[in-house]
């Protein structure tokens, strides 16, 4: 029984810190700038690999 209860206890303790921390993600506007990141198509831009400074096969391992 007191393995559960600290269980019990544990699972509240994560769902109020998870509650606390997308509520600040929501007052940070947080939320919306990760919608529009993912707007963003990375996989149909034209990268210039020389300018970024990394290697095609660093390139190829990231991508994959």
Do not use: Y
Not at 16 to 45: N, P, R
Request: proline share 0%.
């Amino acid at each position: 029984m007191v393995n559960e209860d600290k269980r019990q206890a544990w699972m509240l303790d994560q769902l109020a810190k998870s509650e606390l921390f997308h509520q600040k993600l929501h007052e940070w506007g947080m939320l919306e700038i990760a919608d529009k990141i993912e707007e963003v198509k990375g996989e149909t831009l034209e990268w210039n690999l020389q300018n970024l400074g990394i290697s095609q096969t660093a390139w190829n391992k990231v991508i994959h």
